[in-house]
């Protein structure tokens, strides 16, 4: 159930918290097991984006952002 309504997800802006650290990105897929986020750095425009792969048991808390569209 978590998996599905994680998959809705794929493709939005998220941040991933755990118990170790906070992973902000984009959701790139979510597999039985595993989500994956493309994390990219705000520190440093050499710095390249990183996918990185997270147990979805380990995962404390998902956080969607919503892009704000204009309408005229």
């Known amino acids: 159930m978590f998996n599905e309504a994680l998959r809705e997800a794929v493709g939005s802006l998220v941040q991933i918290i755990t118990p170790v650290d906070i992973l902000t990105g984009t959701l790139m ?4 097991s595993v989500a994956v986020i493309r994390t990219s750095s705000n520190y440093s425009p050499y710095i390249p984006s990183e996918d990185v792969t997270v147990r979805l048991d380990v995962i404390t808390y ?4 919503e892009s704000q569209s204009e309408t005229a």
């Open 62 to 65: 998902v956080r969607l952002f």
């Open 29 to 32: 897929s979510v597999g039985e």
